[in-house]
């Protein structure tokens, strides 16, 4: 069964402390990988999406990288307007255009 | 970048009432749209998936015939909840996909909040 993991839970930091989230899957067949930044009360915002094992793509603090079992994103000298749930969701080959979400990560900036 | 409308954002109805959410796509065709439910403080879980012109495709444990699914354009997307109960109360949140190939990204919506009295 395919299954996401995100860790942690929650996190706190302080602005200008970077920080990396980690997501972690199990997947028959990487379609792809998918990063989404939800506020709260809002819909999901797509950030990135990672098709195989090496990829790297990066957009202001987020750097989001891709293993064959998890993906991290990293965050680099973050500010307060960062302060969000963090999603990730994969896709699977067999599994047509379904995503499949982990919990989420819930990320708070304090300047 | 791709923008997903949904309408209302937020409705309140009374138990037993029907009620209908709109998904747009703005400035795109969407072939395939999503709806999903959220609950406080816990991520999305697909409720269906829809193709322009075609029947809904019901993950399991979702009612069909409670939660009834239109896409009849593919711009257009729309979520009936027949009569509602306080259980459904709950964030719901729709999706498109446009084409297909590498570039099959979900755009999400705002989200509309229905709470059932």
């Known amino acids: 069964e395919d299954q996401v993991t995100q860790s942690p839970e929650a996190l706190r930091l302080q602005e200008g402390e970077s920080s990396s989230l980690n997501c972690s899957y199990t997947v028959s067949g990487l379609r792809g990988l998918f990063w989404y930044r939800q506020d709260p009360g809002k819909g999901p915002e797509f950030l990135f999406t990672?098709?195989?094992a090496g990829e790297e793509k990066e957009k202001e603090r987020l750097k989001a990288t891709l293993t064959k079992k998890e993906s991290f994103l990293h965050i680099t000298a973050p500010k307060p307007e960062d302060s969000a749930t963090y999603l990730c969701a994969v896709q699977s080959k067999g599994g047509y255009d379904k995503l499949i979400f982990g919990t989420g990560t819930r990320l708070q900036v304090f300047p | 970048g791709a923008v997903v409308s949904q309408h209302p954002s937020r409705v309140i109805c009374k138990s037993g009432t029907s009620v209908k959410i709109e998904c747009r796509s703005l400035?795109?065709?969407?072939?395939?749209m999503f709806w999903y439910r959220q609950f406080p403080k816990q991520s999305l879980m697909l409720m269906a998936t829809?193709?322009?012109?075609?029947?809904?495709?019901?993950e399991q444990g979702v009612e069909k015939d409670k939660f009834l699914i239109n896409h009849a354009s593919l711009t257009l997307s729309t979520l009936t909840v027949t009569s509602a109960h306080p259980e459904d109360s709950s964030f719901y949140i729709c999706?498109?996909?446009?084409?297909?190939?590498?570039?099959?990204?979900?755009?999400f919506g705002p989200g509309t909040r229905l709470t059932v009295l």
């Open positions: 400035d795109f065709q969407a072939t395939t």
């Open positions: 999706s498109a996909r446009g084409g297909g190939g590498p570039y099959n990204e979900q755009f």
């Open positions: 990672l098709y195989s």
């Open positions: 829809s193709n322009e012109g075609s029947k809904a495709t019901y």
